[in-house]
Nanobody
Framework: QVQLVESGGAPVQAGGSLRLSCEASGFSYYSTYSMGWFRQASEKEREGVAAIDSDGTTAYADSVKGRFTISRDNTKNILYLEMNNLKPDDTGMYYC???????????????????????WGKGTLVTISS
């Protein structure tokens, strides 16, 4: 059974840092999947935050460039999101997603709609206070 489980969300003051993790289980050839972090704030649409493809190429939303770093450990089947200099606008539920489509680029994963990524986790909540 394929499963993605996020962790690491917490309440943090503005300017602080967090590292989110997404553990993948039940995947065959995890390293070949394109992975992404998405977030959804209250009363807003879900948006792509960062993505990484099977080659390790990354892509970021403009709002997080220079502050967030996505990485993956294919030996442990874990996806990470290092978040620094957090802002109140970063508040939201953070989800990781995976897709096995051969050739899906990081940019494509970043802009993917919900139905375009095959697997989703249940999310971890990040709350940034000013």
């Amino acid at each position: 059974q394929v499963q993605l489980v996020e962790s690491g969300g917490a309440p943090v003051q503005a300017g602080g840092s967090l590292r989110l993790s997404c553990e993948a289980s039940g995947f065959s050839y995890y390293s070949t999947y394109s992975m992404g972090w998405f977030r959804q704030a209250s009363e807003k649409e879900r948006e792509g935050v960062a993505a990484i493809d099977s080659d390790g190429t990354t892509a970021y939303a403009d709002s997080v460039k220079g502050r967030f770093t996505i990485s993956r450990d294919n030996t442990k089947n874990i996806l990470y999101l290092e978040m620094n200099n957090l802002k109140p606008d970063d508040t939201g539920m953070y989800y990781c997603a995976a897709d096995p489509t051969i050739g899906m680029t990081a940019i494509q994963a970043l802009g993917a709609q919900y139905y375009e990524m095959d697997y989703w986790g249940k999310g971890t909540l990040v709350t940034i206070s000013s």
